[in-house]
C-alpha cells in the first residue's frame, strides 16, 4: 500500500523547535519531488517547503525561509521538515505529501497530517 | 501569485457545479484541484488541468483558459459536499487558492 506517515509534532513554545518526520511505503520514494503543506485550524492548504528527488533543490514559501529546513534521506525513505524559531502562526496541521508530476505540485499522495501547536 | 476562489458554491443534487479559480495568466500554467472533507486529509481530483487520478469518478472534471480553472462536478452527489482547492506554480513555488466549500442542497 503506498503510504506516507508523518510524525514529530506537538505543543512547543514560541521560539521553539521541533523536527518532522515523514515515512514513506510502498512506491520508490527516490523518484519523487516531495513538499511539506500545512493547514491551520479552520483554514486553507498552504504550501512550505519542496525537495527534489535527490535533495539538490529546495523551495520554501517566503513566511518560512530561513527557519524552516526541508530534507531527505532516500536510503531511510523519509522525508523531514526542521522547524526553528517557531512562531503562533506556524501552528497547523503539517501534511507531507507525493509530488505525482515533477515538482508542479500535483499532491496525489498526502499523510494523515501532524498537528504542532506553538504556544506559551 | 495569488489563486481566487468563490467561499462557497451551493447546488443540488444530481446537478452540475462548477467551482472557478482566478489568477493571472492562469490559463498558462498547470492546475490541479483537491477535494478535502472534514477531518480528512485532501484528494487531488484533478491534475494538468483536465487529467484525473485512478480512482476519481468520471463525474469530476477540469478546465483552465485565459484567467479562469473550472472544476466541474456533473451529477453531483451528496458525497462530493465537501472543501475543494485550486493549485498552480509559479516561479517554483506552489500556491493554493482560498478553498470552496461545496454544499449539496
Known amino acids: 500500500e503506498v503510504q506516507l506517515v508523518e510524525s514529530g509534532g506537538g505543543l512547543v513554545q514560541p521560539g521553539g523547535s521541533l523536527r518532522l518526520s515523514c515515512a514513506a511505503s510502498g512506491f520508490t520514494f527516490s523518484r519523487y519531488w516531495m513538499s511539506w503543506v500545512r493547514q491551520a485550524p479552520g483554514k486553507g492548504l498552504e504550501w512550505v517547503a519542496k525537495?527534489?528527488?535527490?535533495?539538490?533543490?529546495?523551495y520554501y514559501v517566503d513566511s518560512v525561509k530561513g527557519r524552516f529546513t526541508i530534507s531527505r534521506d532516500n536510503a531511510q525513505n523519509s522525508l523531514y521538515l526542521q522547524v526553528n524559531s517557531l512562531r503562533a502562526e506556524d501552528t497547523a496541521v503539517y501534511y507531507c505529501?507525493?509530488?505525482?508530476?515533477?515538482?508542479?505540485?500535483?499532491?496525489?499522495?498526502w499523510g494523515q497530517g501532524t498537528m504542532v501547536t506553538v504556544s506559551s | 501569485y495569488e489563486l481566487i476562489q468563490p467561499p462557497s458554491v451551493s447546488v443540488s443534487p444530481g446537478q452540475t457545479a462548477s467551482i472557478t479559480c482566478s489568477g493571472d495568466?492562469?490559463?498558462?500554467?498547470?492546475t490541479c484541484w483537491y477535494q478535502q472533507k472534514p477531518g480528512q486529509s485532501p484528494v487531488l481530483v484533478i491534475y494538468q488541468d483536465t487529467k484525473r487520478p485512478s480512482g476519481i469518478p468520471e463525474r469530476f472534471s477540469g478546465s483552465n483558459s485565459g484567467n479562469t480553472a473550472t472544476l466541474t462536478i456533473s451529477g453531483t452527489q451528496a458525497m462530493d459536499e465537501a472543501d475543494y482547492y485550486c493549485q498552480a506554480w509559479d516561479s517554483s513555488h506552489v500556491v493554493f487558492g482560498g478553498g470552496t466549500k461545496l454544499t449539496v442542497l
Open positions: 525537495i527534489k528527488q535527490d535533495g539538490s533543490e529546495k
Open positions: 495568466k492562469l490559463g498558462n500554467k498547470y
Open positions: 505529501a507525493r509530488d505525482l508530476v515533477g515538482g508542479e505540485g500535483a499532491f496525489d499522495i
